[in-house]
């Protein structure tokens, strides 16, 4: 490969990245002019692929589209184990069933992203769940105790004697054996990754293979601006979510993280991005007319072009106009939950699931926050009768809706 085209793909790949262990060797692999095998490990613990974790997916595009094969590990068998990276303390286990329904689920989502003709998938049940005894002897005697507590969450929770678990241990050894089985060329991962990825580097040389190339990509801040992105936390907006949802979510994003959003979630070139992040900056942009710029961005990018302007359109009617979303939720309710009269809306609210208790259905009617097709309640007491909500729409707030049904009083396919 000419010296220019090596130059130019590793300014590519290079580019919005964190950490490259090493780039001489990166360099020197792009120089072979032959496709490298790069691995990506992701452990399938919940339903849907975030923000988040795309940032690394459209980096393994990248060199998808300078001639190289994604190598996706589905960890069916580290899941099991749980990763402890950046943890502060053990995670829970996740069922067998969870974890195979949730691998279908991340296929789907991941080909939004990647190039399905150079990809590869493997799950790494098909050899960790063949390891007997002597194979996980033999694998825990390359690394030391001292080795793992460099590990900073490791050594975090050993100084605050915060329990952790062989198990944990063991997890970064497994990880570094899927690079081995697959022979990676180049690994990715988010930057809490980075002790993980190593340890493949370290099994692969003393299994007589070239250590792999790590390259670490940014965490994303959560949608609070106070955190990674996490499903867990709430604070993830789902690549997979419909339009408006996403849209919904990313008008909250916190002015402060806003530069690091265009940066990684649109998948803009540097130039543009440092166009926009410096009209913020210099207030020709305002901060509101960015978010929907960004909105509208990552929504075409995961629904097609004009999904963006659909979404925006709604999430004005909805939050400028008070109007009802185009499609409210159908909620199902017992007719037997009104005990033949009349019980408080603060009652039907929570079995709506609009609010968690009847007490907090109180709240926010005396809160001025709850209305019943369109006008609104004011009397924490009101109690309604079974008919005079079947079929009514009830708001709580800005963004929770749903149309009552009461099971008995109207065929849910009315409308």
């Avoid at 691998?103 to 399905?116: F, G, H, K």
């Avoid at 992040?277 to 995961?302: F, H, I, N, Q, S």
């Avoid at 400028?320 to 499609?327: R, V």
Wanted: hydrophobic share 40%.
């Amino acid at each position: 490969m000419p010296d220019a085209a090596i130059a130019h793909a590793l300014g590519v790949l290079r580019a919005g990245t964190v950490d490259c262990i090493t780039e001489d060797e990166l360099e020197a692999r792009l120089g072979r002019g032959t496709p490298l095998r790069v691995k990506l490990g992701i452990d399938p613990t919940a339903s849907d692929i975030h923000l988040g974790f795309a940032v690394v997916l459209r980096k393994l595009r990248q060199f998808q589209e300078l001639g190289h094969v994604a190598v996706l590990i589905i960890g069916d068998f580290t899941a099991r184990v749980g990763d402890p990276s950046g943890r502060t303390a053990t995670r829970p286990s996740v069922s067998a069933e969870e974890i195979d329904a949730h691998a279908a689920t991340y296929l789907e989502q991941v080909r939004r992203i990647l190039d399905p003709e150079r990809l590869e998938v493997h799950q790494n049940s098909t050899w960790l769940g063949d390891l007997g005894m002597d194979d996980v002897l033999a694998l825990t005697s390359h690394v030391t105790v001292a080795r793992m507590l460099e590990r900073n969450d490791f050594a975090t929770r050993y100084a605050q004697g915060a329990p952790i678990s062989l198990t944990e241990f063991l997890y970064p050894l497994l990880q570094g054996l899927d690079s081995v089985e697959v022979r990676a060329d180049v690994e990715l991962g988010g930057t809490d990754q980075l002790f993980n990825n190593l340890m493949g580097r370290q099994l692969q040389e003393q299994h007589g293979q070239d250590p792999q190339v790590v390259v670490t990509t940014p965490l994303l801040e959560g949608i609070d601006g106070a955190q990674k992105m996490s499903k867990s936390l709430g604070n993830y907006v789902g690549i997979s979510e419909p339009p408006e949802q996403q849209f919904g979510k990313l008008m909250r994003v916190p002015d402060e993280v806003m530069a690091q959003y265009f940066a990684l979630t649109t998948g803009w070139s540097p130039d543009r991005v440092e166009e926009v992040t410096r009209g913020l900056a210099e207030g020709e942009l305002r901060p509101v007319e960015a978010k929907r710029l960004l909105a509208r961005t990552v929504v075409d990018l995961y629904h097609g072009p004009g999904a963006g302007d659909a979404a925006e359109a709604e999430f004005d009617r909805v939050f400028k106009e008070h109007a009802a979303p185009s499609a409210v939720p159908d909620v199902v309710v017992d007719p037997d939950e009104f005990g033949g009269g009349p019980v408080r809306l603060a009652r039907v609210l929570a079995l709506a699931g609009l609010v968690p208790s009847n007490k907090e259905g109180r709240r926010k009617i005396a809160q001025d926050g709850v209305r019943v097709d369109g006008e609104r309640v004011t009397d924490p007491d009101l109690t309604v009768t079974a008919d005079e909500v079947d079929g009514r729409v009830l708001q709580v707030g800005r963004r929770a809706w749903a149309r009552v049904l009461v099971t008995g009083g109207r065929d849910p396919g009315m409308t």
